[in-house]
């Protein structure tokens, strides 16, 4: 089974911030490879999809680069909005999935 | 508009059986494939089955397969998953949710809330 390592686990910045976090499959995923936000007691909400594409009417401040196994999202602004825990997610061929742990943004 | 509704959830006892829905609105329900995804309480999002547009091809997470099935009804525009011989750690909110193509799930149902204890 291909596994999904996310750092850090939570991190703490300032508004106006450069947040960047990283995603790592255990495998060759190429660019299967989605984000996810999540904010307390919602539901997720994809960000970017296909390791780099982002998702109609979600702010540009947000991006995602990578392919392989190794994989980045940043949002460019911390906002005081972006609060929330993200996810990276791969699927297969199959459209199995495997969500990363999460990695929970605070503001400093 | 776009939505997904789910319902179903409650306490349940160990070892018993429960059936979650997830009622679709506001697009061709039949052309799209469908997730459920759970999250235990303070934890992470746990992928836990998925079924094909065309009901041909279903795969399960590890963690259920051989208890869970997930079917959909299209005359109904609904997704099932039932769910037997429950257990403590299947405790979760249970999100089902639209997938586009093989690839992100675009569309989230608010989450109905399962509780396995005796």
């Known amino acids: 089974d291909i596994q999904m390592t996310q750092s850090p686990s939570s991190l703490s910045a300032s508004v106006g911030d450069r947040v960047t976090i990283t995603c790592q499959a255990s495998?060759?995923?190429?660019?299967?490879l989605n984000w996810y936000q999540q904010k307390p007691g919602k539901a997720p909400k994809v960000l970017i999809y296909d390791a780099s594409n982002l998702e109609t009417g979600v702010p540009p401040r947000f991006s995602g680069s990578g392919s392989g196994t190794d994989f980045t999202f940043t949002i460019s602004s911390l906002q005081p909005e972006d609060i929330a825990t993200y996810y990276c997610q791969r699927y297969d061929n199959l459209a199995q999935v495997t969500f990363g742990p999460g990695t929970k943004v605070d503001i400093k | 508009q776009v939505q997904l509704v789910e319902s179903g959830g409650g306490v349940v006892q160990p070892g018993r059986s429960l059936r979650l829905s997830c009622v679709a609105s506001g697009f061709i329900f039949s052309t799209y494939g469908l997730h459920w995804v759970r999250q235990a309480p303070g934890k992470g999002l746990e992928w836990v089955a998925v079924?094909?547009?065309?009901?041909?091809?279903?795969y399960y997470a590890d963690s259920v397969k051989g208890r869970f099935t997930i079917s959909r009804d299209d005359s109904k525009n609904t997704l099932y998953l039932q769910m037997n011989s429950l257990r403590a750690e299947d405790t979760a909110v249970y999100y089902c949710?639209?997938?586009?193509?093989?690839?992100?799930?675009?569309?989230w149902g608010q989450g109905t809330t399962v509780t396995v204890s005796s």
């Open positions: 949710a639209r997938v586009i193509g093989l690839s992100r799930m675009d569309v």
């Open positions: 495998q060759d995923i190429s660019n299967y």
């Open positions: 079924i094909w547009s065309d009901g041909s091809n279903k």
